[in-house]
């Protein structure tokens, strides 16, 4: 079945770091891969997302690409802020089992220190 | 303003005492969801539903029931809960156009004691 695997956590990092959250992926078909986040006491916000191989997503200054040689999508910042602390999830939406089905990893959490 | 709401946001309950939880979505969105969410093992789908009376198993359905009565509402009943439903739970809606962009409401937190 489709799954995804992300880095363990938690990560903490100084301001102004460079981030790089990894995420690998197993799936049939062709998935689109997504990032969201989760800001403390909220739901899930779409950060970005992927729908094809090579596809690079980006938002707020983090960037993801679709390698499907490697199945993977790491998430990286080049200078993170301490608003960036959330919780960050690697997802996939497999279209052959039905586009809106999501497969999450297990998220990792980001602290980002002053 | 666009949003996916749910109520109770808390709620501790005993073991077997009937709850439901309301989720409503205000954006003509076909697909909705329920999720929990739990240490460790990331957001696992509980039911989900395509359209109106449509509603299928995701990967974690028992213990747990959904109706799709009407497109705005979609809520999650526990007819005999237990600790181990215990965790916090998601709602979230979509279109198929976004193909797996979903709305998330801001998450129920249940103590089942």
């Known amino acids: 079945g489709n799954s995804v695997t992300q880095m363990e956590g938690p990560v903490t990092l100084s301001e102004e770091a460079f981030l790089t959250i990894n995420c690998t992926y197993t799936?049939?078909?062709?998935?689109?891969l997504f990032w969201y986040v989760q800001y403390p006491g909220e739901g899930l916000q779409l950060l970005l997302k992927a729908t094809k191989a090579d596809d690079k997503g980006s938002n707020k200054g983090f960037e993801a690409t679709y390698r499907k040689e490697t199945t993977s999508f790491h998430l990286e910042k080049g200078s993170v802020q301490v608003s960036d602390s959330a919780v960050y999830f690697c997802a996939l939406s497999d279209r052959s089992q039905g586009a809106q089905k999501l497969v999450f990893g297990q998220g990792t959490r980001l602290t980002i220190n002053p | 303003e666009a949003q996916v709401t749910q109520n109770p946001r808390y709620l501790i309950t005993v073991t077997g005492k009937k709850l439901t939880v309301t989720c409503s979505q205000n954006m003509n969105h076909e697909y909705m969801s329920w999720y929990r969410q739990d240490p460790g093992l990331g957001l696992r789908q509980i039911y989900y539903s395509m359209n109106v009376e449509v509603t299928d198993k995701g990967d974690v359905p028992e213990g747990y029931k959904v109706s799709r009565k009407e497109k705005r509402n979609f809520p999650l009943i526990l007819e005999s809960p237990s600790p181990n439903q215990t965790s916090l739970y998601f709602c979230?809606?979509?279109?198929?156009?976004?193909?797996?962009?979903?709305?998330f409401g801001p998450g129920t937190r249940l103590t089942v004691t």
């Open positions: 979230a809606s979509s279109t198929r156009a976004l193909s797996g962009w979903q709305y």
């Open positions: 799936a049939t078909g062709y998935p689109s």
